[in-house]
Nanobody, 127 residues
Framework: QVQLVESGGGLVQPGGSLRLSCAAS????????IGWFRQAPGKEREGVSCISDSDGSTYYADSVKGRFTISRDNAKNTVYLQMNSLKPEDTAVYYC????????????????????WGQGTQVTVSS
């Protein structure tokens, strides 16, 4: 059973950058797609990005396109989310998850397709 641990969250000013990490233990990340989600207070958890393992395809929510970049280093068993030009509306708890599949499906942004979740890391964008 794969276990996921997020790190890298924190407080940053608008326009700043953060890089989140999603590290796996108990299993290699090889053959797993990984999704990033976020949940702001009072809101539903929403898909931010997903990266397939099969061909490295990446997917982004419209709200983060051009600002966020997802990548993976299977040798380090880690997936990253580079977040640039951060806005106050990016404030949320960020989670990584895997659908136990190597491919981000067409419904990658829905939480129901994911089997394993990390505990989350808080990102706060504020001046």
């Amino acid at each position: 059973q794969v276990q996921l641990v997020e790190s890298g969250g924190g407080l940053v000013q608008p326009g700043g950058s953060l890089r989140l990490s999603c590290a796996a233990s108990g299993s290699t990340l090889d053959y797993y797609a990984i999704g990033w989600f976020r949940q702001a207070p009072g809101k539903e958890r929403e898909g931010v990005s997903c990266i397939s393992d099969s061909d490295g395809s990446t997917y982004y929510a419209d709200s983060v396109k051009g600002r966020f970049t997802i990548s993976r280093d299977n040798a380090k068993n880690t997936v990253y989310l580079q977040m640039n030009s951060l806005k106050p509306e990016d404030t949320a708890v960020y989670y990584c998850a895997t659908p136990h599949s190597s491919v981000c499906s067409g419904s990658w942004h829905y939480t129901s397709g994911y089997e394993y979740w990390g505990q989350g890391t808080q990102v706060t964008v504020s001046s």
